[in-house]
């Protein structure tokens, strides 16, 4: 199937490049000095990441991917994906643009220490992430088959599919979590009316809602292998945030501890947005530019 999709205006111009299955790979860049690439984590398109670059851009070239299945970058999901496919797109567009440092949050942070693992010292000189999602006990499996099931058909449920993606994640507010599930779903149904209609920016929740999967179908194969990362061979950041979900930051300190040349940093006061615009992505930025 040919990887065609909607998604909103783009003001700034973009740039594109080829992945190895012939996929076309969109990304936004600014700034000068040496190149940083920026993952994206689920539900949210490169302009996410506009304050963060804008906070780079001084200091470095900024590139802000555009993940497959979303805006810059469409491509339907298909059943066959494999977290090898991602990382085949973020290695085009560091061979495009010659950028050595990359960054990802959540499951984009999965995806650049995937990468730094397949890509090695040849390529990158050093990988950042922000709370990838390891789950101690597992990944909800369960969750998981609903979400999936939730998007399946040419009319997918994507009120069930957003209030399944935040319980699964494990990222749902304390009030969501508490909810009854009909009261649940017609709330999602209100948000993603509400922000369709507002949202003349970046593509809206409704567009970005089927490409989840992409994200979940990554973080659950390499659910229980966070062992596996012990041969990253290049400098890692690990981040975290004081106000995220208690599992994220341990997992974020138990990842610290697997790669072999990596140190951790906890952010006083940052949820698992800070490196998004509504977060605290100046404080990010500060530790980015002085690890890279």
Not at 70 to 94: F, K, M, Q, W
Not at 121 to 139: H, K, M, Q, S
Not at 212 to 235: L, T, W
Request: glycine residues 10%; negative net charge.
């Amino acid at each position: 199937e040919r990887c065609t999709a909607h998604m909103r205006m783009i003001p700034q111009q973009p740039n594109y490049a080829t992945s190895a299955d012939g996929t076309r790979i969109g990304f936004l860049s600014q700034g000068s000095g040496p190149g940083i690439a920026l993952i994206q984590g689920a539900m949210a398109d490169v302009h996410a990441y506009s304050a963060l670059a804008t906070a780079l851009a001084p200091a470095f070239t900024v590139h802000r991917i555009e993940r497959r299945g979303r805006g810059l970058s469409p491509c339907p999901y298909s059943s066959t994906h494999n977290i090898a496919r991602d990382v085949e797109d973020i290695a085009a567009v560091l061979a495009a643009t010659g950028a050595r440092r990359i960054f990802g949050l959540s499951s984009g942070a999965v995806i650049a220490i995937e990468t730094a693992r397949s890509l090695g010292p040849d390529l990158l000189d050093a990988v950042a992430v922000f709370e990838p999602p390891f789950y101690a006990d597992g990944i909800d499996r369960p969750g998981l088959e609903k979400l999936f099931t939730d998007l399946e058909g040419d009319q997918p449920d994507l009120a069930a599919a957003l209030l399944d993606a935040l319980m699964t994640a494990g990222t749902a507010p304390a009030p969501i979590r508490a909810l009854p599930r009909p009261i649940g779903w017609f709330l999602a149904r209100a948000v993603l009316a509400v922000e369709g209609t507002f949202n003349t920016q970046s593509t809206t929740l409704r567009d970005l809602l089927p490409g989840v999967r992409y994200d979940f179908h990554d973080v659950a194969s390499v659910d229980g292998r966070m062992e596996s990362f012990s041969d990253v061979r290049v400098p890692a950041l690990v981040l975290s945030g004081t106000a995220s979900p208690a599992f994220l930051r341990e997992a974020a300190r138990t990842l610290q501890g697997v790669l072999p040349n990596a140190r951790h940093v906890e952010l006083e006061g940052l949820g698992h947005d800070g490196p998004w615009n509504g977060g605290a992505p100046e404080k990010v930025a500060v530790e980015l530019r002085a690890f890279f």
